[in-house]
């Protein structure tokens, strides 16, 4: 399979996954600005969506968005408990999560990344994020990762979406919780290897 990525971007959560997997993947990087991938091409051509990530299967096919990824690439490997058996109440715990992040958290971290983006609107934007994070954060203060004592592939997107914090300055320290969370999932071997090989380490 090959991933196509841009560092630190939302692609880094199903590198992770793909990593925890222990499946062999290939890394194609794109330039998000100009849509060419590294081994030259135009990456609208793999995906007319023109944003990571996207996976190419040993087949051929295309799959994109990050939550489905995510889950699709847990499910081939199901001894490794990266995601609950579907049809269960605790994979739907995990797709909570995933939609959260997904649409509270992840969206809300656009404007800040926007140079055109007022003043207000970022003002506005890290309310909206402050209140999110306080909501994980309440969770995190109970167990170790979002679902239990158990890392899911809800943790490697919410990692993702915390490793931006610091390149649009929102401070995480208000909440011991997120921050013990961030560290611990950074640790595991698999996150490791994703941060080293997008060049995220140092």
């Known amino acids: 399979m090959k991933l196509y990525y841009a560092p630190g971007a939302c692609s880094l959560s199903p590198h992770i996954v793909l990593r925890e997997a222990g499946l062999d993947i290939t890394l194609e990087k794109v330039n998000l600005r100009t849509k060419e991938v590294e081994s030259g091409g135009n ?12 996976l190419e299967l040993d087949g051929g096919e295309i799959l994109t968005e990050g939550p489905a990824i995510i889950q699709y690439v847990a499910d081939l490997v199901p001894e490794k408990k990266l995601v609950p058996p579907a049809g269960t109440l605790a994979r739907a715990r995990v797709q ?3 939609n959260f992040i997904g649409t509270e958290l992840h969206k809300s971290f656009s404007p800040l990344f926007n140079p055109a983006t007022s003043d207000d609107a970022k003002a506005a934007a890290r309310a909206l994020i402050d209140r999110r ?4 954060a309440s969770v995190l203060d109970a167990h170790p990762y979002l679902t239990g004592d158990s890392f899911t592939v809800a943790d490697a997107y919410l990692f993702t979406v915390l490793s931006w914090t610091g390149y649009v300055k929102v401070d995480i320290t208000p909440w011991p919780s997120l921050g013990a969370y961030f560290e611990r999932v950074k640790a595991r071997p698999a ?12």
């Open 133 to 136: 994070l306080a909501f994980a």
């Open 191 to 202: 996150v490791q290897a994703a941060l080293a090989a997008e060049g995220l380490t140092g």
């Open 43 to 54: 990456f609208l051509a793999i995906n007319p969506k023109g944003y990571v990530p996207a």
């Open 96 to 98: 909570e999560w995933l």
